[in-house]
């Protein structure tokens, strides 16, 4: 289904496959926070994931998902669906805004360090009743980063719950390193094109439920997924990736990282300008 090679477990034939990439979970190391405590730190350590956390206001995030609303109409329009709306910084200058936004950077500086880069952001609204789910899976597996210190930060443009297919997460998975999977079938109805059998011999899912506005945080290493939406309810987030800005990226996917934060001694991400298009 993905139609961006972000998301392509091996894109340009085996070239991640054959990347020598470091997939350990680094632990977070801060002595000094700016706005998590000490405690959210080593939760994050011994879990892979925080939440939540209020990074919009309630008319904030209505202009947000209204502008959203204008844009997933202009994509369908296109002939695309729902979650073709990917590196959308690149191009929507508004989404540019937000994945810089001090409030997401502050709570990202506080687990990767003071040199960071903002490489990814994806649209995933699932439709009422699309059938659609994001099978069980990590990050890392479709990220050619190395090595693996990255976060995504997963903001809610609707609210999300059980009922409508919130994300849900396998506390600890992080620490077991990179996983087997498997390709996807058809048939599944995956979102992605990976899939990680059985994940419960890695601990128990826990949901993510969200108000539109609230964000969570995990580790790129942490196994996660969600249900297909058989609501009525549309569920909307948009996804922001974040790295250290001492990870190095293959195939070119430096050229997507902004600094959002401090700087990039090595030149190595090419930090785009803002786009004009909103």
Known sequence: MASDKEFKAVPDGDALATMERDL???????????????DQIE????????????????NEISE???????????YLAEGKDSYSISTAHLKHGRVYDILKKP?????V?????????????????????????????QDASYWPLS??????????????DAGNANMRFIAGSHHYG??????????????????IDHPEQYGTPVDDPLLAGECSIHSDLLLHGSEANESDRRRCALTLRYAAA???????????????????PSGHWKNPPRPDAE
């Open 246 to 264: 001492d990870v190095r990226a293959g195939m070119d996917w430096n050229e997507k990282g902004v600094i959002v934060s401090g700087s990039d």
């Open 147 to 160: 090595p693996s210190k990255a976060v995504t930060v997963w903001l809610a443009i609707d609210d999300a």
């Open 178 to 195: 990179h996983m087997t999977f498997r390709p996807s079938g058809s048939h599944e109805q995956n979102v992605l094109n990976q899939t």
């Open 24 to 38: 350990r979970f680094h632990k977070i190391r801060n002595d000094d926070p700016t706005v998590l405590s000490e």
């Open 103 to 107: 409030e997401i950077v502050a709570l």
């Open 109 to 137: 500086k506080d687990l990767l360090g003071d040199d960071v880069v903002g490489w990814g952001s994806h649209f995933f609204c699932k439709m009422p009743h699309d059938g659609k789910s994001v099978a069980w899976h």
């Open 64 to 74: 947000i998902r209204s502008y959203f609303d204008e844009l997933l109409q202009k």
């Open 43 to 58: 939760r994050f350590n011994r879990e892979g994931y925080l939440r939540p956390f209020r990074v919009f206001g309630e």
